[in-house]
Each structure stands twice: as C-alpha cells, then as structure tokens.
C-alpha cells in the first residue's frame, strides 16, 4: 500500500505497549520525514526504546498503529525489515565472532553470495577504521570500536531507514565524534534516521526535528532551535583574560546589549542577545575598548534547559557522561 | 556559533575517500533462500566452536569417561564379560550422549537470548526459523562429532559391529536425525526458562530419566510388570533397539519408522513453537 504521505518515512499514531503494570510507551505519535534524522530525546526509561523497537518490528504495539516507508509495522512486517536496519542499545553485534566474520554472517544473511559479503565486509573494515581490528573476537573491542562495527553491520547493504538506539551512550569524546561523522555522512548519502538519544547535544547536533519523550509520552516536538526558543532566547558569553577588566567590559555590553549578568567566575559574563550579528557587534566593541577576551559563546538556552522547562525535572545528572568512559580507544 | 574551547578535538573516521565509497550505496539483493539463511547460521555456530575449540569438550569426554565406565565397570556384572557387553552397551552409549548434548541446543539459545544481536536477527527479512534450524544445524555436527568419538572408541576396544561401516554410519544418522527433533524441545525450554543453568536443570530432570528407563543399559525383560511396558514403548528405546539392529544387520523397519515418526512430530509441534517464541519474547 502506498504511504498516506510519501514524505513521510514514519508515522505512527498513538503508540502504546504495557509491560504488566508498567505503560513503556503511552500514546506516542511521530512523524519523521524521508531524509532527514529524527531525534527522539528522553531519559533513561522514558520509552525511547521500546518505541524504536515496535517501529523495527521487534515488539507488537499493545494499542495504535504506525507505518514505516509506507509499511504497516504489525500487517507487512516483513516489508519493513527489508527497508530498515537497526543498531540497538547493546550492541548489535555477535561477541563471540571477529569483526569480519560479524560482517560477512549479516551480508550473507542479506542476500549478498559469498565472495560480494567478503569484499564488503573489508571495505566496511576499512572505511570505518577498523581493519586491523578485523580479525579479532569482538568481545575484545573497546566501546568505540564496537560501536563502528555496529553501525557498519547496520550498513552492509544501504538501508532506506535506519534505527540508532544511543549510539554513543558509555563512549568517550573521540569515540562520540567518530560515530557523530558516521552519522552525518550517511544522512548525506540520504538514509532517513530515526535516533534516539538520552544526550542533548547529540541531537542538537544531528538531528532535524526532535521529540522530548518522558513517561511513554511525547511532551514536546519541533526543530532543535524552536525547541530552544520555546524556553527563551540565547546569550552572549564573555570569558576575560583578567577579571580586573569586567566592570569595563560590563560598562561595554550594558551599552551594547542592555542587561548584563555577572556570573559566579569573577572572569565571566553575559548578555542576552538576540542574534550572532548583534553578538559579534559587542565583541568587536569590547575589543576597540581594550577588553582582552579569553573565550566567547553565542549559547542558546541549553536543550537541557529546554528539558527542565518542560518536564519540571532535569533530564540527566551532569556526571553521567564523564562516568562512562571507554578502556581503550 | 561556539568558540568554546573545551569542544573535543575532532578525530574525523580514517579514511574520507574510504567512508564515502563504503556509504555508497549498496543495493540490497534478493532475501537468500531459506536454505541459504539456515547453512549461514550454521556456519555462525560452527565459527564458534573455531574460537573456543574447548566446547568440543563435552561432547568428547564425557562419551569416552560413559564407553569406558559402563563397559569396564558394569560389562562383566551385567553381561557376563566386558566384550559381549561392549556390543550391547556402545550403540546405547551412542544414543545417551548426543540425546544428553541436545539439552545444550536449548542452554546456547537461552544464552544467545541475553545478547543484542538476536535483536538484529530478528530485524532482518529472513525466513523465521532460520536462526533456529541453522544452530541446530552447527549443533547436529556435535552430535556427529560425539557419536563418532564413541564409535571409534569402541572399534579400539573390540567393537565389531556386524554390519560394518555402512550399518554404524546409518545408526549415527538415525540417531543425529531423532536428536534434531528432540532438540526442538530444548530450544522451546530454552525461550520459556529465565536462565541458561534452568535451561540445564529442566533439561536433564526430563533426558536423564527417560534415558535410564530404557533399554539402553540393560536388557529389559528382568524389569518388574509396568516398568518393562513402559521401557518398551519409550521411544529412546526404539530408538536403541534400531540402532543396534542397522549396526548388526537386524534392524526392522518398524522401529526405524516408529524413530523418524517421532522425530517428525517433534518437530512438527515444537519448531513452530520455539520460532513463535523466538520472535516474541523480549
């Protein structure tokens, strides 16, 4: 059957699957559009992944309905596994084999004859930086790594959709980056993304449209940046070289930028500011009047502002990132 | 927009030109038969054992510690002497080890189930029980792996089957075909129970009495009324009954048919089953 709206690559309409007493999912509705990547942002056990889960087939939604490039995800499952590929929260990946034998098993199961699978695991292997790894038991890969042969076993033929469950949850900085990379060049190549994610930089980053999802429901949806404006508009922040400088650089933006706000760091403060013209506008004035500035930012109001505004509770402990991190990159 | 110097530094993928050609697209070719899918999960499994040979373990020594145990310590008790016992016991022994292995069938799947690429299995356009049958597959070489080392085991210890080498060979392959479907009803333990050391219990509390109560061990007409009836339509004793007679040249076909029938209704009943529930749970 043919998509209600062939723009769309999922729609689904009221969502709901109960585990015993527990509503994971209660009512949610999505619409993502073909091409782009679609964030869904929540805390842990808000639902993300079971919502990801009945959209890829893997669980039968207790109530509602959803179609996936046009395909009923409980009537036609079988049309939405052949359009979609999944990396879910653990890894999906088989421990016990090495990373070119995970390779080959999935492009094998795909359809590809043997020959096709081999050379396509290696080149997967190598554009993912993973070619000298190829040959070891994944058990023994670090986080990053396993995340990349993750994505990659996900890519062995070119899925139209794929699902990201917190692909870089537990990895460190250079990890994130790595698979941030992999991420955007696989929206270039047009795989439409649906990513689901506790971090709220991730999606600020890479995602088009974003849903806040908290309790099974969704609380909120829009572009990052209306997201964002929903809770206020953005501020310039000034970081000085020497704090004896900050009633002068004060002086400065009151007259620039109106109020002024002088933060805890005796070095540091901030303007509300509309726009980046207005904002390089006060910079370039601090300098004329001799402020040396260490660092500045155009920050818009955090998305984990954006959270607390809307939930009334904040999305994550801030140490949670630094806590996990990888053995060995 | 940010000149935040904290930002992490940027440590873009390896190779561009290398990533660009792997994204590329790659048009996906028609599904692979259902053939084609289960021999791949068959050969998953066989990788398996290539990475942890020592797996091959227990389908090794335990037939040899049984072949030996049985022949040396219960032969001349039993039997009158060891050798004449050997001919009545190995075929036995035949069907007690690889039935005992197939209760692993069920632990590996229970196992399997805690790792995230069954989610990924489960998320690809394949013939459903194609996971399932293609492991059952990898472990029907176990069983022949087993079933060989006991063989050869008492060929060295002066088992000579009349039948020769043909009749063993199809004794084994009756006894690996009725494994298969027995299997089936320790992959559904497996998906049902919550953990591999259940798998395990469940397992042998129902394997190791049937096997005992046949005609593996002993003969049974010195069992008590009620017990020999039962030992007499326990299809683990037809099942040892055929497989002695294929290795002395006296099968009946009956029994033969009576196995593969029972095979087949296992699987008839718990194929489908373990496949419903392979795909559903979690």
Not at chain 1, 159 to 187: C, H, K, Y
């Amino acid at each position: 059957m043919p998509p209600d709206d062939p723009a769309l690559a999922i729609e689904a309409t009221g969502l709901v699957k109960s585990f015993g007493e527990t509503r994971a999912v209660d009512g949610v509705d999505l619409a993502v559009r073909s091409g782009s990547v679609y964030g869904v942002l929540g805390p842990n056990g808000a639902g993300k992944t079971t919502t990801i889960r009945m959209l890829a087939t893997l669980l039968r939604p207790d109530a509602g309905s959803a179609r996936v490039l046009g395909h009923d995800i409980v009537d036609d499952a079988d049309a939405v596994r052949s359009v979609v590929s999944l990396t879910g929260q653990l890894a999906s990946v088989d421990e016990d084999l090495t990373g070119r034998e995970n390779l080959i098993l999935l492009g094998r199961l795909l359809g590809l004859k043997r020959a096709h699978a081999k050379q396509r695991a290696a080149e997967l292997l190598d554009a993912f930086g993973l070619a000298e790894a190829a040959g070891r038991l994944v058990k023994n890969y670090s986080g990053g790594m396993r995340r990349r042969l993750d994505i990659a076993a996900s890519i062995v033929v070119t899925p139209q959709l794929m699902f990201l469950d917190e692909p870089t949850t537990g990895l460190d900085p250079r990890s994130r980056n790595q698979v941030w990379d992999i991420i955007r060049a696989l929206v270039a190549e047009g795989t439409t993304i649906l990513l689901c994610t506790q971090y709220l930089d991730e999606a600020d980053q890479l995602a088009d449209g974003i849903a806040v999802i908290d309790h099974g429901r969704v609380i909120a949806e829009g572009t990052p940046s209306q997201l964002k404006a929903s809770v206020g508009s953005g501020a310039l922040h000034v970081r000085l070289l020497d704090p004896a400088q900050r009633p002068e650089a004060e002086r400065v933006l009151s007259n620039e930028l109106g109020a002024v706000h002088l933060e805890p760091d005796p070095a540091a403060l901030s303007s509300p500011c509309p726009d980046g013209d207005r904002a390089a506008e006060a910079v370039a004035e601090l300098a004329r009047s001799g402020v040396r500035i260490a660092n500045f930012s155009l920050g818009q109001p955090s998305l984990d502002e954006v959270f607390l505004a809307l939930t009334g509770h904040p999305a994550e402990e801030p140490e949670a990132n630094a806590i996990e991190e990888e053995q060995a990159a | 927009m940010s000149a935040d110097p904290t930002t992490p530094p940027r440590a873009p993928v390896e190779d561009e030109a290398a990533l660009r050609k792997a994204l590329a697209s790659t048009p996906r070719p028609p599904r692979p038969s259902a053939a084609s899918a289960a021999f791949t999960f068959g050969w998953r499994g066989m990788l398996k054992v290539k990475h942890v040979p020592e797996q091959l373990l227990d389908v090794t020594i335990t037939p040899v510690m049984f072949v030996l145990m049985f022949t040396y310590l219960f032969g001349g008790a039993i039997a009158g002497s060891t050798g004449e016992y050997l001919d009545y016991i190995l075929p036995g022994i035949l069907v007690m080890s690889v039935l005992f292995t197939t209760v692993y069938s069920g632990v590996a799947l229970n196992t399997d189930l805690t790792k995230g690429v069954v989610d990924r299995f489960r998320s690809l356009p394949i013939w459903k029980p194609a996971p399932l049958v293609g492991s059952l597959l990898g472990d029907s070489v176990r069983y022949v792996i087993a079933g060989t080392v006991i063989i050869v085991l008492g060929v060295v210890l002066g088992f000579r089957p009349e039948a020769g080498v043909g009749g063993v060979v199809a004794a084994l392959a009756l006894v690996v075909v009725f494994a298969f479907g027995l299997s089936w009803v320790f992959t559904t333990l497996g998906l049902v129970l919550r953990s591999p050391n259940a798998v395990m219990n469940a397992g042998f509390m129902g394997i190791f009495p049937l096997t005992f109560l046949s005609n593996v061990f002993v003969d049974p007409e010195t069992l008590p009324a009620g017990l020999k009836e039962f030992v007499d339509v326990n299809p683990i004793s037809i099942l040892a009954t055929a497989s002695r007679g294929l290795m002395e040249g006296t099968a009946e076909a009956g029994d033969i048919a009576v196995v593969l029938a029972t095979a087949a209704v296992l699987t008839a009943v718990f194929a489908p089953l373990t496949t419903r529930l392979y795909r559903t749970r979690g």
